[in-house]
């Protein structure tokens, strides 16, 4: 079993960064992800890492603004994101699989999601 509590979430202006954490626990060394929901929009995937942190993958609409990285010794995931827009405005939620890379809303364990609201 694995429980996920995401935070960091908040206001920013468009332009701006916001770093949000994925505290894991309970088994943590699985491949993880995270993903977004804005109102009225399926949730979509954004960025997905491995268990070791060597190989990550992102959506085309993130590719190059948004990193995702992992400190295992801390069982937490980030995510930093830079020159956020408008659009990227949505509850993002972190999800561990342990037999796959996340990235479809098919992963097996979910964290509750943290609110990011970009301002223009």
């Known amino acids: 079993q694995v429980q996920l509590v995401e935070s960091g979430g908040g206001l920013v202006q468009a332009g701006g960064s916001l770093k949000i954490s994925c505290a894991a626990s309970?088994?943590?060394?699985?491949?993880m992800g995270w993903f977004r929901q804005a109102p009225g929009k399926e949730r979509e995937f954004v960025a997905a890492?491995?268990?070791?942190?060597?190989?990550?993958y992102y959506s085309d609409s993130v590719k190059g603004r948004f990193t995702i990285s992992r400190d295992n010794a801390k069982n937490t995931v980030y995510l930093q994101m830079n020159s956020l827009k408008p659009e990227d405005t949505a509850v993002y939620s972190c999800?561990?699989?342990?037999?796959?890379?996340?990235?479809?809303?098919?992963?097996?364990?979910w964290g509750q999601g943290t609110q990011v609201t970009v301002s223009s």
């Open positions: 999800a561990a699989d342990p037999s796959t890379i996340p990235r479809t809303t098919t992963a097996l364990y």
């Open positions: 309970g088994r943590t060394l699985y491949p």
């Open positions: 890492i491995n268990w070791s942190g060597s190989r990550t």
